[in-house]
């Protein structure tokens, strides 16, 4: 497996507080992303990161803010945690190349429940 | 939505059979890739085929794609127990920035 890892790997969190997301890459590839997956829509990107403190914004980003202060951390924050963000969360990383990022490689995810 | 579209959603197949599944996009595409998940695990990328080509081969997995049609399949050749997965399509465009855009899936039991 590629060097990634995500903390905390299982969470349970209140309406309305705030969360925080890690992930950490050992491999020091470009690229980082940010996807949730629930059932029926496979994985959608909330956020992803071309470089040190350069992110921009995916699919379903509402809610939702990054950081990217050091190449092998990405965190995602969740200013205010709401029941439609029960999920699971996964990282991953990629290679930039010559013309963008190609195959990823991700991390074991996160299980966060609002209630 | 940009999101690709699978099918079947879901197939049970005997060991030793072969397993074809379907992946079809709305967009102009860079590459299409094909990733493997697990129960309770992270996506494991299979194969990368470029928009320029129509066939690719990795061991058991035979990926082709058909631009015209936008569509993608992937055909595991004499399936094992251990292929039972979901298996994703996943497109990367630079349509709109460039992104990967995975479908929904499509859930695979090999029965032994």
């Known amino acids: 497996d590629a060097g990634i890892t995500q903390s905390p790997r299982h969470k349970v969190t209140e309406t309305g507080t705030p969360v925080t997301l890690r992930c950490h890459q050992t491999?020091?590839?470009?690229?980082m992303y940010w996807y949730r997956q629930d059932p029926g829509h496979g994985l959608r990107l909330i956020h992803y990161s071309y470089g040190v403190k350069d992110t921009d914004k995916g699919e379903v980003s509402d809610g939702y803010s990054v950081s990217r202060s050091k190449t092998e951390d990405f965190l995602l924050t969740l200013e205010s945690a709401t029941s439609s963000q029960t999920s699971v969360y996964f990282c991953a990383i990629s290679e930039g190349r010559d013309r963008g990022p190609y195959e990823q490689y991700f991390g074991p995810g996160t299980r966060l429940t609002v209630t | 939505s940009q999101q690709g579209e699978e099918d079947p959603q879901a197939l049970s197949i005997q060991e030793g059979e072969n397993a074809t599944m379907n992946c079809s996009y709305k967009t102009s595409i860079n590459n299409l890739q094909w990733y493997r998940q697990n129960s309770g695990r992270g996506l494991v990328h299979l194969i990368l085929i470029r928009s320029n080509e129509r066939e690719k081969h990795s061991g058991r997995l035979r990926v082709t794609l058909d631009t015209s049609k936008k569509s993608s399949s992937l055909l595991i050749t004499a399936s094992r127990a251990a292929d039972t997965a979901s298996y994703f399509c996943?497109?990367?465009?630079?349509?709109?920035?460039?992104?990967?855009?995975f479908g929904a899936g499509t859930r695979l039991f090999v029965k032994a």
């Open positions: 491999e020091n590839h470009r690229y």
């Open positions: 996943a497109f990367f465009t630079y349509t709109g920035g460039f992104k990967t855009i």
